[in-house]
Each structure stands twice: as structure tokens, then as C-alpha cells.
């Protein structure tokens, strides 16, 4: 996802963290390893699991030279081409890394030497041969990169280099050709030019590795706002054509396009300087693609066209340029609704629109993937949803839709994204948070959060506490509890002849009054678990005073869910659109935790094992205790002291205990290939043969 972050529709620890769960001394495959490499590396937790990758052709870099200037990639026609020692490979499997870690934002960096060490060894073993970022990233990351390539001559990591847009202002000012807006992207195109060259000097570090030997190429820019570039092309609409060096507008090419090529004719003679030619594209999406969708109900998804075809290499530019789009199988809804996308695989047939629109330049389809995450914000065809997929179910998916790619004749595919980042937000429970401190806790709900194929698990807080332990009590006679950065968790041990049916209270603020949790006459929480422990199913209730719902859309009470007076299922809402949709996130989905990332509970004889989504207790910030109150349209925050349980079964009421934690600053994490992940992988090898 492009920073700075922007919500989709259907998408701090300081100092050195303990972030991997297991220390190996690994060699890498292919190659001996440098001094840097010969002391112990960390091995990622899961990546056992995975076979050794085989050896297949090799990808070492074989440049060739065109016009003077030194090439590891280019373009021909519709076909990219990576020039290699076993000859040309045209389509590249990759993926997109982001700039931070849980607890940190973009722009605050926070990834050290030994992850990214760890990262470039993982996704190689998963079949990965590009990693694309967007933006520079600290040195470390180019001197890791150099480092795994050198010691893996055969199976490089090529490096596809992005450079965004360092803010909104074009956004704020509605116009790109802002003197300051520009100056501002043209420092970031001369910084980064220089970065992966090894000579960019400033307070900041120092970039002293060159990564050029593994460049394949630049894709510039972000994913545009269609109302800001339709006023901007309003005010520049005299702007003159483009006709450099290297690149050039065409006729017909709008301001905005002539602005890119521009841009892109600065980048390229920054490189030709150097001596190298890199094919470069610019960002796109389905918002503002090139081709018309007048079938799609929002008029934003279909009120710009930006077209590459619009920007053009000279001949002083060999490299060349592509088509790169950021492109998902749940969004926007015209992939549901055009009746030539209805037919088959909408996403498939729009793959093909894209490709037979640019017919004398590559596509690639650089972002792309489901997420594995409890919250869904949109329901996709083929059951490829934004969300509510466990992690071997998108794995699953995710390989399906890189094949997808290549079969339609794309030029590569780069899932979205490499690890799971918490600071995201979406569009559905965006409304339902505390925005200054979302990076400080990993939200099942938020679909964002879990795009990645490293699971940045989080840590536990504090020691576990005892709630109960009673013998002869009922319906539980006993009951621990532990918090982590995305669950409270409930260790339950049930008594003698346990209940049927189980409902969980959770009083998050006291000073809330109203109707009594569903069964009892005296308990009174904000939020109830009501679990069938026969039939394996469950719903999650919330207050109705605590329904964030209401904040997102008008929902007629015919649209909701069943529930008793006074009370709501926790749902979200995946489309606006009428018929307005809603997810019912809070079904609770019994099963093993270890094989099953959706189950919240599992029930092994008299032992019961709970956990419970901050979100689905009204948290709006769990490390500052903030509970979320709707108040006039409005989200107001009140701080609760902690969260008291309570128990009901067969109207037996059971008061346990409460649950009480520290304000944190500072979250732990662990890292861990998500389970399923070699479905991805066997993908990325069958694409490329190997």
C-alpha cells in the first residue's frame, strides 16, 4: 500500500526488539556466505516448514548495453525482460515491503540489519525474486540487499525502487503543478537516484552501497486522488507537452500525465549520468485507470483516466517503460456490475481489459492479495473478499492470483504486502479508533493490518492473572486471563456437568447503565460472548449505547442482525452502496488457534480457551484503556478502569474477577511465516518455472 496510507474499500518499540522466535546458524543456498553472513543469522519462526528451495535456472544479473547505457532490465512490446546469466526471464514474482514495525509509523524508522537479513533470506526460500519498496528506505536496507545478493549470486533479490510523493499537499492545493509540490518530488527523485547508487550523504546516514547490479527498474509516484487531479488539470490545462531527453508526453497526454513524464525524464537523466537505463513507470489503480466503467456506483471509481500509454520513452531511453497498477479482486464494485467482468473471473477479465489497453508497453500488477484478517470491508466475487480469511485460506488465494496474473499476460505480480503492519487503518473501522495511537496495537478487525505474509504477532503483556479458582464453583471454577496488543485472552476451566451454552459478560464502564446481560437479572456489562459449547457456534453482542455502527452509516434496523432489546451484533459495514452490506464480525468461529487464525474459541472437555478482539469490546485504544462512545454522530472516548467478566449458564449468574493493565507506550512483537504460506510459494516457483 502506497504511503502515506489511504483507506480501500475492497484496503513503538524502540531500540533492538526480540522479533525472531528462533536462532539458527544458516547458510544461505547458493553461494558461500560473506564474514557478514558467517555468524549466526536469524531464521524466522515457520520457515522450517518450508522444503529447500530448488535451484532452477539461475537469475544472476547479465546486464547488456543499448545507446550507451549499461541495462539489467527492459521492455520489448507487451514483454519485460530481466536479463540474466540463463537468458531473458519475463515475468517477475515479487513483493512489497513496507517502512516500519509495529509500533512505529512511516517515516520513523525502526526495521534494524538483522531483519532485513532475515527477510531477503525468507523471501528468497519462498520463491520471491523481486522486492519492491516506496520509498528510500534506510541504508541498511541497501547494504543488506547487496550483502544476500553477493552470497546468492545465482538467486538475487532484485530491487524494483519506489519514490512517493513525500506528502498531500497536491491534494490540499488540488494542483500538482504546485511550485512546492513539485520541487518537493524532484528532491525525493534526486535522493533516491543517489541512494541506490551508495552517494547519498545526509544527516540522516550515509547510503553507500551501490544496488544497481540488481536494479530492474522504478515505478514513481502514488495512487493519485481522482477529485484533486481533476480540479489540478482544470487549472493547468495550458501546460505545455513534454518532449525530453528521454521521455515525452504524447498527443492527448493531460496535465497530469505531461507532469509524470516530466518527472520521469528527470529520474532517467539522473541514471543516464550514471551510465544506466532502468525501465521507470508511474503508480496507478483501478480508480483511475485508463478505461470507462459506467456501471460502477461511486462516481469517484470512474472519474479520471490516467493513462501510461500517455508517456512515452524516447530512443535515448532503451530501458523502456511499463504499465504498473495496483489492482485487487474486491474492488472497486464495477468488477461485479460491467457486464463484460459478470461472466467467469471478474478479475481475470479486467486483467485482460488492462492488458489488451497497453498493447506496445508491459503490465504489471504491483500490488495485489487478500488479507487474513477477522474484519471484512468488502465482499469480493469468487469469494475473494477484503478480509475475514484465515491465514491459509488467503495464502491459498494469493497463489491463485499470481498464476491469474501471469496467465493473462502480465508482465509480474508483487503481493501485498512482505509483513503485517500495524499502523494501517481502513475505511470501516477507521471511524471506531483512536488514530494517534493505531500503531501501538494489531486490530483483527482493521483488513490493513494483515495483508502480509510475515505475521507480526503480538507479545504479551505482564503475567497472566487469576480471576477464579474455586472448586465446586459453576458454571467455571476456574479462570485466568492474559492481554496481548490484540486480544484479552480467557483460560476457563469449566465445572462439574459443564453448560451447554455459555455467555461471557464484559462490564468495560461501569458508569454505562442499561438492559441486563441476555439469561440474567443483575449483570449489567457493555459487551456479551454468548457461546453455544454443544453446537460449536457463537455471536459477540455489544451495548447498543457502544454500537460503533451508527458512526459509518444509517443501517435500518430491518438490515441488522437478530439481537435482544438493547443490545446489537458487532457488525462492520463492507458497502455503502444500496443495498447498504454488513459483515457480522462478530460471529465467533470455534476452532484451533494454532491451525485456524479466525477461531476466537476452542473447548477441549471441560477446558475452554477464549480470546477477545479489543474491538469487540468497544476499545478504541486498548494501551490507553480508551473505550469508544458514539455520542451525536461523533466518536467520544472514555477511559475504563479495566474489564470485569462475568459468567451466565442456565440462569445461574457468576461474578469471576476483573482484568486490569498498564497504559503502554512500548509493543512487543514476534515474527512468523503465516501458516499456509507455501501455497504462495509453490505459486512464485511455478511461474517462473522454478
Known amino acids: 500500500m502506497t504511503v502515506p496510507s489511504r483507506p480501500r474499500f475492497g484496503r513503538v518499540r524502540a531500540g533492538t526488539v526480540g522479533v525472531f522466535a528462533l536462532v539458527l546458524c544458516l547458510m544461505l543456498a547458493g553461494g558461500s556466505p560473506s564474514p557478514a553472513l558467517r555468524s549466526p543469522a536469524f531464521l524466522i519462526a515457520g520457515m522450517r516448514d518450508l522444503p529447500s528451495a530448488p535451484s532452477g535456472r539461475p537469475w544472476t544479473p547479465a546486464p547488456v548495453t543499448a545507446a550507451g547505457l549499461r541495462m539489467v532490465a527492459g521492455t520489448d512490446g507487451q514483454q519485460f525482460v530481466l536479463h540474466t546469466a540463463s537468458g531473458a526471464q519475463t ?41 519492491r519498496i516506496y520509498t528510500v528506505h534506510r541504508p541498511a536496507f541497501y547494504a543488506q540487499l547487496a550483502e544476500y545478493n553477493r552470497a546468492n549470486p545465482d538467486r538475487p533479490l532484485y530491487l524494483m525502487q519506489g519514490v512517493a510523493l513525500p506528502n498531500d499537499a497536491y491534494i490540499a492545493r488540488k494542483n500538482l503543478y504546485d511550485k512546492q509540490v513539485t520541487r518537493a518530488f524532484a528532491a525525493e527523485l534526486s535522493d533516491a537516484a543517489k541512494a541506490i547508487s551508495g552517494d547519498l550523504d545526509t544527516s540522516d546516514g550515509a547510503w553507500d552501497t551501490d544496488v544497481t547490479p540488481w536494479l530492474a527498474g522504478w515505478i514513481i509516484g502514488t495512487e493519485f486522488d481522482p477529485y484533486a487531479l481533476k480540479v489540478s488539470d482544470r487549472r493547468n490545462r495550458d501546460a505545455k507537452p513534454v518532449s525530453g531527453r528521454y521521455f515525452r508526453s504524447t498527443e492527448g497526454a493531460n496535465p497530469t500525465e505531461r507532469w509524470l513524464a516530466a518527472r520521469m525524464n528527470e529520474l532517467a537523466r539522473y541514471q543516464a549520468a550514471r551510465g544506466l537505463s532502468e525501465p521507470i513507470a508511474f503508480v496507478n489503480w483501478p480508480t483511475t485507470d485508463p478505461l470507462r466503467h459506467p456501471q460502477e456506483p461511486l462516481p469517484q471509481e470512474d472519474l479520471y483516466q490516467l493513462d501510461a500509454n500517455h508517456v512515452a520513452p524516447t530512443e535515448n531511453w532503451p530501458a523502456g517503460t511499463f504499465a504498473s497498477y495496483h489492482a485487487f479482486p474486491y474492488y472497486p464494485d464495477f468488477l461485479q456490475r460491467e457486464p463484460d467482468l459478470r461472466n467467469g473471473d471478474p478479475y481475470a477479465a479486467y486483467l ?7 498493447a506496445t508497453m508491459p503490465t504489471m500488477i504491483t500490488e495485489f492479495g487478500v488479507p487474513s484478517s477477522l474484519g471484512s470491508a468488502h465482499s469480493g466475487p469468487l469469494g475473494r473478499d477484503q478480509g475475514e480469511h484465515s491465514e491459509a485460506e488467503a495464502m491459498r488465494i494469493d497463489g491463485e492470483l499470481l498464476r491469474e496474473i501471469k496467465e493473462e499476460g502480465m508482465a509480474g505480480g508483487f503481493l501485498f504486502e512482505w509483513a503485517d503492519e500495524w499502523y494501517r487503518l481502513a475505511w470501516n473501522t477507521i471511524t471506531h479508533q483512536d488514530a494517534s495511537r493505531r500503531q501501538l496495537w494489531h486490530d483483527p478487525l482493521t483488513n490493513e493490518q494483515h495483508f502480509g505474509l510475515l505475521a507480526t504477532d503480538p507479545g504479551p503483556l505482564g503475567e497472566s492473572s487469576t480471576l477464579l479458582d474455586t472448586d465446586g464453583a459453576w458454571p467455571a471454577r476456574q479462570v485466568r486471563a492474559t492481554i496481548d496488543e490484540s486480544y484479552l485472552h480467557l483460560d476457563i476451566k469449566l465445572g462439574n ?32 460472548f454468548a457461546l453455544n459449547l454443544i453446537g460449536q457456534t457463537g455471536q459477540a453482542y455489544v451495548r447498543d449505547q457502544l454500537d460503533p455502527l451508527p458512526l459509518d ?14 443490545w446489537r451484533p458487532f457488525e462492520l459495514l463492507t458497502d455503502p452502496a444500496k443495498p447498504i452490506q454488513l459483515q457480522n464480525a462478530g460471529l465467533l468461529r470455534s476452532g484451533d488457534f494454532d491451525t485456524d487464525s479466525l477461531a476466537l474459541w476452542h473447548l477441549d472437555k471441560d477446558h475452554l480457551t477464549v480470546r477477545v478482539p479489543w474491538a469487540l469490546l468497544a476499545f478504541a485504544d486498548p494501551s490507553s484503556r480508551e473505550i469508544g462512545v458514539p455520542r451525536s454522530g461523533k466518536l467520544t472516548f472514555q477511559t475504563s478502569p479495566g474489564v470485569r ?46
Open 91 to 131: 515475468f517477475l514474482p515479487g513483493v512489497d515491503l513496507g517502512d516500519t514495525t509495529p509500533g512505529h509509523v512511516p517515516g520513523d524508522p525502526s526495521i534494524s540489519a538483522a531483519q532485513y537479513r532475515a527477510w531477503f533470506a525468507a523471501m528468497g526460500q519462498l520463491g520471491i525474486r523481486v522486492v
Open 352 to 358: 485482460n481489459a488492462l492488458h489488451e489497453h497497453h
Open 497 to 528: 456437568s459443564p453448560p451447554g451454552s455459555l455467555q461471557i459478560g464484559f462490564d468495560v464502564l461501569p458508569s454505562l447503565t442499561g438492559t441486563p446481560m441476555p439469561g440474567s437479572a443483575d449483570r449489567r456489562p457493555d459487551a456479551v
Open 553 to 566: 452509516a444509517d443501517v435500518p434496523d430491518a438490515q441488522r442482525g437478530p439481537a435482544p432489546p438493547g
Open 645 to 690: 467478566v462475568s459468567f451466565v449458564a442456565s440462569g445461574t449468574d457468576q461474578a469471576v474477577g476483573q482484568v486490569t493493565w498498564n497504559i503502554w507506550t512500548v509493543p512487543g512483537y514476534t515474527e512468523r511465516i503465516k501458516s499456509g504460506a507455501s501455497q504462495f510459494r509453490d505459486a512464485a516457483l511455478s511461474v517462473t518455472g522454478g
